[in-house]
């Protein structure tokens, strides 16, 4: 069963330039996973939040691509705060974690690198069916 500790903020490789600064992610470095789909939430308005839900399946790598937000992680005992305010950093979550996106800053840009495309089916978006569903992979 995984964990919210299985939840991990990685550094990612930063190449340095006095005009700017370039963040790499690819095959193998930092994640494991390949990935299938990028998508990016903004204008998201200042103080809001997203997400609350989880996935069976899918692994994300969560960026704060511009600006600052936390992720309140959930694996249904506990809970964990992680804020993200560097580009050069990324969250890795695990399948099965409920996930809430919160405190966005304006202008904040969430950028997630994901494992699958897109399926409703991987959503678990009911919180007590998500804690079913964890205390039955435990035989609980
Ligand atoms: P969702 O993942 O539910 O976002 P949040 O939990 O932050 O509100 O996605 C919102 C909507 O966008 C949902 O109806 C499906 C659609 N969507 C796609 O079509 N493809 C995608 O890759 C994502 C992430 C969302």
Redesign the pocket.
């Known amino acids: 069963m995984t964990t919210v500790h299985d939840c991990a903020v990685v550094e990612l490789q930063r190449i340095h330039n006095p005009k700017g600064n370039i963040t790499v992610v690819e095959k193998g470095r930092p994640i494991a996973f390949d990935v299938k789909?990028v998508?990016y939430?903004y204008d998201v308005p200042g103080g809001e939040g997203?997400?609350?839900?989880a996935h069976r399946q899918l692994r994300q790598l969560v960026v704060a691509a511009m600006g600052a937000f936390d992720v309140v992680l959930d694996d249904g005992r506990e809970r964990r705060t992680v804020s993200l305010n560097r580009a050069y950093q990324g969250l890795l979550i695990v399948p099965m974690i409920w996930r809430e996106?919160v405190n966005f800053s304006s202008g904040g840009v969430c950028l997630?690198l994901?494992s699958t495309?897109?399926d409703?089916a991987d959503?678990i978006?009911e919180y007590p069916a998500f804690v079913q569903g964890k205390l039955a992979s435990v035989g609980g």
Request: charged residues 25%; aromatic residues 20%.
């Open positions: 789909r998508y939430l997203r997400g609350g839900h996106v997630v994901a495309v897109y409703e959503y978006r």
